[in-house]
């Protein structure tokens, strides 16, 4: 394997299906460009002449739509952004935090970290979609699953806050998990 000598950006992406690593290798004398998405590489372009530009591909079980820009800044300088589904990666995750749910939780000695798509109602764990039961309960509704042989439950209850809207609840084993910050 050889040594990563023209690596310059490295990025962490929270999805739902995880947090995946992107690396990006740049070399500004043989124009060379490598993507590796989780240690796996996805792009290999060898002898570019034009050194800026941009590189795209996918991320996660999702196949979500990233670009890495490479603009030049002054002189022998560049500037890596990373964008994901168009937006810059800060934009994504601001709007990510409004349209998702996360909970990091350890079960006997195992860590599990569940999402919760609010849009569909999808609920993820450690990278595998769940297998969910959901029923209307009388102040709102409970999305029922299982992780190994704990049973997990998300509540959605009305705040009666408009500008609040619903809030989530994960309970295992009746009881209440904190929300995560990513």
Same mark, same amino acid.
Request: some cysteine; overall charge negative; charged content about 30%.
């Given at each position: 394997? #050889?040594? @990563? &000598? ?14 995946? /690593?992107?690396?990006? +290798?740049?070399? &500004?004398? *043989? =124009? ?6 989780? =240690?796996? $590489?996805?792009?290999?372009? $060898?002898? @570019? ?29 560049? !500037?890596?952004?990373? +964008?994901?589904?168009?937006? *810059?990666?800060?934009?994504? @995750? #601001?709007? %990510? ?15 599990? %970290?569940?999402?919760? !798509?609010?849009?569909? @109602? ?6 595998? /979609? ?7 309960? +009388?102040?709102?509704? !409970?999305?029922?699953? *299982? ?7 998300? /509540?959605?209850?009305? *705040?009666?806050? %408009?500008?609040? =809207? ?8 009746? %009881? #209440? ?6």
């Amino acid at each position: 394997l #050889e040594k @990563m &000598t023209d690596l310059v950006a490295i990025w962490e992406v929270a999805l739902s299906d995880g947090v995946h /690593k992107i690396e990006f +290798e740049h070399g &500004t004398t *043989s =124009g060379k460009r490598v993507v590796y998405v989780d =240690g796996k $590489e996805e792009i290999r372009k $060898e002898w @570019m002449f034009k050194l800026v530009g941009k590189e795209t591909f996918t991320v996660g079980a999702a196949k979500t739509k990233a670009t890495i820009n490479i603009d030049a800044v002054s002189g022998f300088a560049y !500037e890596y952004t990373l +964008e994901i589904n168009g937006k *810059s990666l800060k934009k994504y @995750m #601001e709007n %990510r935090s409004k349209t998702t749910n996360t909970w990091v939780l350890s079960l006997g000695g195992t860590d599990y %970290r569940v999402v919760l !798509e609010k849009d569909t @109602m999808d609920v993820w764990c450690n990278g595998q /979609k769940m297998e969910t039961a959901g029923e209307f309960v +009388e102040d709102g509704t !409970e999305t029922h699953f *299982s992780v190994g042989d704990h049973s997990c439950c998300i /509540k959605a209850v009305s *705040s009666g806050k %408009r500008k609040e =809207g619903i809030i989530h609840t994960l309970i295992v084993d009746d %009881r #209440e998990i904190p929300e995560a910050v990513e």
